[in-house]
């Protein structure tokens, strides 16, 4: 392809809306081009970097035996009533009518659909196990779409669902596609670790996110510093590496004055006391009740545990109103003492606690020397925290490190979630009626793009991986006006061409710093740059903008060592 035929519009400046790296240089390089919030187009250059992770996903979907089909964008409404997520999938899920009046979403997965499907299609345990996947557009109302593809309303995606006769397969097929996933991720080029994570909104018995490991990624990932452990933040455990334990005395309730201190760092500093003293009380609305949860002073609840052991559909933080009416104090002086029908939910790191500080239901004091079982009762004790650097590993006893990743890709163990509600059933060896049992496997196909640049770039542009690049190599000639220099880089590209190589002709007229400076933004691994100066020597060069290196070397010599280099990048 030759730079003139193409549309590569790069840019010196950076996009005035751009945060991350990956924004700033798919929008210079001319990958991209915004239409609306959350919204881009993708430039030639970025069609043919997606073209290629597809070709990879496909191929290796084929390997681990799944079939490609293609579903419809639009769902009727129908469908995911029957799934029960039609109302609580929450305000991404875009709604929209025809001229009838029908409800329909624009798809942000396709778990109902390919449900009725299988269930309309599938009436033996013969026709079983079954793995299905596409690659197609979602959409998702992003509260706020933010740093370009990363986290737009519409996106590439692939998603895949298996279904199987029972746990035991649905397992077999689960690691299969682990497997896959992890073949994928290595072959785009990518540093990721897969981590345990948290089913959210897909909902499923566990899960596994692939992150791609990077300083400017939104996730958290928390791994053993020894063993293999690793998960994202809102799934991940440990243990307190300084426990609180019981003291042997119990002390006499006492309510203190604390005026105009509502944030535990005020309250330690005017007790001077440390915050593991204290216990602090999160009021929650679970689905239609409100609910306590405790936590020791210098923990944060995690609202995913939360919701999960509390096994409601939607839980949110009470507004100040609320809290007043339901404490007669404002935020920041809630606790557990005197409340009256509602249910006390507590991190295992109050357990064991004693004469501890908590907030006293009334403006401007708290209560000192407060006792589980004397002052007041538990309902329910379980893992309701974030974990911190300074706990443990669960697993080993090690410490945790916390690194940061970009999440590409999700493989779920659904389960019966969505066969039950949607009844996709079939007939086993003795005729009988057997729920199946699916799995659901998504990559991020755009954010792929985003995550590779943010991992692989330098002060002068983009270094793609081989795999992904939109081409192999780029041929520069510095001048084009110049008959030799351009009959040289026509020879070369004759000859690459029959070799068939991915090339990019940069064939312009333009000035040779503003080529070479473009061929670095776009990131093409392999340059061949033709001048006079090295033609007088019978040689051309041959730059490589990962490592840097420049050979020089003569037109015989340049298929043999592009074949080497390519398969050593």
């Not at 490609?68 to 875009?94: A, F, H, N, Q, T």
């Not at 339901?326 to 920041?332: C, D, E, K, R, V």
């Not at 006390?344 to 006792?371: C, P, Q, R, W, Y």
Request: net charge neutral; glycine share 6%.
């Amino acid at each position: 392809m030759k730079w003139s035929q193409t549309l590569i519009p790069t840019l010196k400046e950076n996009p005035a809306d751009a945060e991350l790296i990956s924004h700033k240089l798919m929008v210079r390089a001319g990958i991209i081009r915004k239409l609306s919030s959350g919204i881009y187009s993708l430039l030639p250059l970025g069609f043919k970097i997606l073209q290629k992770i597809e070709k990879i996903i496909r191929e290796e979907m084929e390997y681990a035996g799944a079939s490609e089909l293609l579903l419809p964008i639009l769902s009727p409404s129908e469908l995911w009533k029957e799934s029960g997520r039609w109302d609580v999938y929450g305000k991404e899920l875009i709604r929209i009518k025809d001229r009838q009046n029908r409800e329909f979403a624009l798809g942000p997965t396709h778990e109902e659909i390919i449900t009725d499907l299988v269930r309309k299609e599938i009436k033996t345990y013969k026709k079983l196990p079954i793995n299905l996947y596409q690659i197609q557009i979602k959409f998702r109302d992003e509260i706020r779409p933010r740093f370009g593809v990363m986290r737009a309303k519409e996106f590439m995606m692939k998603d895949g669902y298996s279904f199987d006769r029972d746990e035991a397969n649905a397992e077999r097929t689960y690691k299969k596609m682990y497997d896959g996933y992890y073949k994928i991720f290595s072959r785009l080029g990518l540093k990721f670790k897969a981590v345990e994570a948290d089913t959210g909104a897909i909902g499923g018995s566990f899960s596994h996110e692939f992150m791609v490991l990077a300083d400017s990624g939104e996730e958290v990932i928390v791994s053993c510093s020894k063993c293999e452990y690793a998960a994202n933040l809102e799934k991940a455990s440990g243990k307190n590496s300084d426990v609180t334990s019981k003291t042997g005395k119990t002390e006499n309730l006492q309510k203190i004055n604390t005026p105009n201190i509502k944030t535990v760092e005020e309250l330690t500093k005017f007790l001077n006391c440390s915050a593991k003293n204290l216990v602090k009380t999160i009021i929650c609305k679970a689905d239609k009740e409100y609910i306590a949860a405790l936590v020791r002073g210098d923990y944060e609840i995690n609202i995913n545990k939360l919701k999960n052991i509390l096994g409601c559909c939607e839980l949110t933080m009470a507004q100040a109103e609320d809290i007043r009416k339901l404490t007669n104090a404002p935020i920041g002086f809630a606790g557990p003492v005197g409340f009256k029908n509602i249910k006390i939910i507590a991190d295992e790191s109050v357990k064991n606690m004693s004469n501890f500080i908590t907030g006293s239901n009334e403006a401007d004091t708290h209560l000192m020397n407060v006792n589980i079982n004397r002052d007041f009762k538990i309902d329910l004790i379980g893992d309701i925290r974030l974990v911190k650097e300074s706990d443990l590993c669960d697993l080993c006893g090690e410490k945790l490190v916390f690194t940061r990743g970009i999440e590409v890709g999700h493989v779920f163990k659904l389960g019966t979630k969505y066969s039950k509600a949607l009844n996709a059933t079939y007939l086993d060896e003795q005729g009988k009626d057997q729920i199946m049992v699916m799995g659901c496997y998504g990559i991020g196909v755009t954010r792929i793009i985003a995550a590779s640049i943010e991992q692989q770039y330098d002060e002068n542009g983009i270094i793609w991986p081989v795999s992904i690049a939109p081409y192999q190599i780029l041929i520069t000639p510095l001048n084009v006006k110049d008959d030799e220099i351009k009959t040289t880089a026509d020879t070369i590209y004759n000859i690459l061409s029959k070799e068939k190589f991915d090339i990019l002709f940069d064939d312009r007229d333009e000035t040779a710093g503003v080529k070479l400076k473009d061929a670095d933004l776009i990131g093409i691994p392999l340059r061949i740059t033709i001048g006079s100066k090295t033609l007088k020597e019978g040689k051309v060069e041959l730059y490589v903008r990962k490592s840097k290196e420049v050979y020089k070397i003569s037109k015989e010599e340049i298929v043999p060592k592009i074949k080497e280099l390519i398969s050593s990048i």
